[in-house]
């Protein structure tokens, strides 16, 4: 979206290609989680956003983004997600000699399987990682009790779940299951919990493990899940725990998978090769912003640091036109 705004503000063409709905990642958050952040380090575009709390609720954020669009009137295709991008056959060849006359594919799918596609002479990917979970490999990982996601605890009153990880998403899952009247076991493969979790949800989830009313297993490893319990490995050897519900929020990763498509290479965390002072891969033309850049490093990248991005993308843009 800060991209959209710089770029109708030099009044070039663009296009926002959304996959889902406005800001699709936030409105995948839980629906009553609460930013780390203050409001005004989510601001984009110069309009302010007002809470009466610290910390804005995912909520509030959505609500904020929404008027952004509006008070740009920004052109966004919603329910379009990028299949691949890739230069087109005619001008590939042009694509190390900074000729201004190469052009993009873009291929998208609604979620009612329409094919669109599109052209263009410079693509920002600006995707993100929340929409792939990192997945385990475990077998049973695909029984429909288990989920890579966390909505919300009224589903699992009364029932016996797993959580497997040790960040926000686990701790915040943990608390609010267990408040719901859930019995809940925290499945960690460190010996503690990471430090990046919310400073207010640390101390809360360490108290609850401590006084017995959730249940934890560190230095150990899921295994093996099946239709009513899970297999895990730790320093006592294996163990069966039951399990109506089993959640792996193990964290999330970028589509490696289209960038590679698109010709953009990637060091040895998974990031994509890139100036990091233009954001433009080793494909000319190409840019990453944002969640796209952090490859498995993802902690390190936020909308507080990553919501100027797209703004200096479209200068580096406007200068080459």
Not at 152 to 158: D, I, W
Not at 257 to 285: K, Q, S, Y
């Amino acid at each position: 979206m800060s991209a959209a705004i710089a770029a109708k503000r030099r009044g070039l063409d663009y296009q926002v290609l959304e996959q889902g709905t406005l800001v699709n990642s936030i409105y995948r958050f839980p629906p009553h989680m609460i930013f780390f952040t203050t409001p005004e380090l989510l601001e984009i575009g110069g309009l302010p956003f007002v809470s009466p709390y610290e910390k804005p609720t995912r909520d509030e954020a959505l609500r904020y983004y929404r008027r952004v669009a509006d008070a740009y009137d920004l052109h966004v295709a919603f329910d379009e997600t990028v299949l691949s991008v890739a230069l087109e056959d005619d001008h590939a060849a042009s694509a190390g000699t900074g000729d201004a006359s190469r052009l993009f594919a873009i291929e998208t799918r609604s979620s009612r399987g329409v094919r669109r596609a599109r052209q263009a002479r410079h693509v920002l990917l600006a995707i993100g990682y929340f929409d792939r979970p990192n997945r385990l490999d475990v077998p049973g990982e695909d029984l429909p009790h288990v989920h890579h996601y966390y909505r919300e605890p009224h589903p699992y009153y009364r029932h016996r779940v797993v959580i497997v990880g040790g960040g926000n998403s686990a701790a915040e899952s943990a608390l609010e299951m267990f408040r719901a009247g859930a019995s809940v076991t925290l499945v960690h493969r460190w010996s503690d919990l990471k430090p990046t979790i919310k400073y207010w949800i640390r101390p809360d989830l360490e108290n609850r493990i401590k006084e017995g009313s959730i249940g934890a297993r560190f230095n150990t490893c899921l295994t093996e899940i099946r239709p009513t319990s899970v297999v895990v490995r730790g320093p006592e050897g294996p163990e069966e725990l039951a399990a109506d519900a089993v959640f792996l929020l193990v964290g999330y990763r970028a589509d490696w998978e289209l960038m590679a498509a698109a010709g953009i290479e990637m060091n040895d965390r998974r990031a994509p090769v890139h100036d990091p002072t233009t954001f433009e891969t080793n494909v000319p033309g190409l840019f990453v912003a944002g969640g796209a850049t952090a490859g498995m490093d993802t902690g390190n990248i936020f909308i507080e640091n990553g919501r100027f991005q797209g703004e200096k993308i479209v200068e580096v843009i406007t200068a080459r036109l």
